[in-house]
């Protein structure tokens, strides 16, 4: 069975542009949830899709926005760069139900570098 | 306000050293997990704990959770430079899982 994949695996931008990261989950996990992780601020959650609509949302700005399509693929892009979004964007695919809905199956991640 | 704390926040150990690290809160879980996360990569599921006071071994790495499900143990015996990297618990005490700092592993050979 295919693991989360995550593209493109780097990325550099400039400030100002806006960015678009993709998320395949694997096959029959119809969560996926998206996390920025920083050395300071560690794995911080920004969202989670369920059947294509928005479940959990974290405390980052509107420039963060996300998306989900109906084969559960799904799609972070962050509009505006500041350098501080610099980090490695990480995905996450799950199966919302019981004890498992808590385990986070991740992607190798996208590293996100703003200069 | 972090929910979920860990300690140490870095450790550096010889080869075959025994370490513990420690994952607590003042929240009550249903479950937590730990995770490992190498350079460049993804964190990866190490066990999920679901019990109080529930123990799990997975080699030479032993978990506990606390009889009051409020933290959790992982204890690393006769340590590997393979078990170099970055360990995460993570837990859902509302509606959204959440992770804790971690602890940098550097096992020295």
């Known amino acids: 069975k295919a693991g989360v994949t995550q593209t493109p695996r780097y990325l550099i931008k400039t400030r100002g542009q806006q960015v678009t990261l993709s998320c395949s989950p694997i096959?029959?996990?119809?969560?996926v949830s998206w996390y920025q992780q920083t050395p300071g601020q560690g794995l911080q959650f920004l969202f989670e899709?369920?059947?294509?609509?928005?479940?959990n949302k974290g405390n980052f700005p509107g420039r963060f926005s996300g998306r989900q399509f109906s084969n559960s693929r799904s799609e972070m892009n962050v509009s505006t760069l500041e350098l501080g979004d610099s980090a490695l964007y990480l995905c996450?695919?799950?199966?919302?139900?019981?004890?498992?809905?808590?385990?986070?199956?991740f992607g190798a991640g996208t590293r996100l570098s703003v200069l | 306000t972090q929910l979920l704390e860990q300690s140490p926040q870095f450790l550096s150990i010889q080869e075959g050293e025994n370490l513990t690290v420690y994952c607590n809160s003042s929240?009550?879980?249903?479950?937590l997990q730990w995770y490992r996360q190498e350079p460049g990569e993804g964190p990866v599921l190490l066990v999920t704990?679901?019990?109080?006071?529930e123990v799990k071994k997975l080699k030479r790495l032993t978990f506990q959770f606390g009889d009051a499900r409020k933290d959790s143990s992982l204890h690393i015996t006769a340590a590997q430079p393979g078990d170099t990297g970055l360990y995460l618990c993570?837990?859902?005490?509302?509606?959204?899982?959440?992770f804790g700092p971690g602890t940098s592993l550097s096992v020295i050979p």
């Open positions: 996450a695919s799950s199966i919302p139900l019981g004890t498992a809905k808590n385990i986070q199956y």
């Open positions: 096959s029959g996990h119809r969560s």
């Open positions: 899709y369920f059947s294509e609509t928005q479940r």
């Open positions: 929240s009550v879980f249903s479950s």
């Open positions: 704990v679901v019990t109080g006071g």
């Open positions: 993570a837990g859902a005490p509302y509606d959204k899982v959440i």
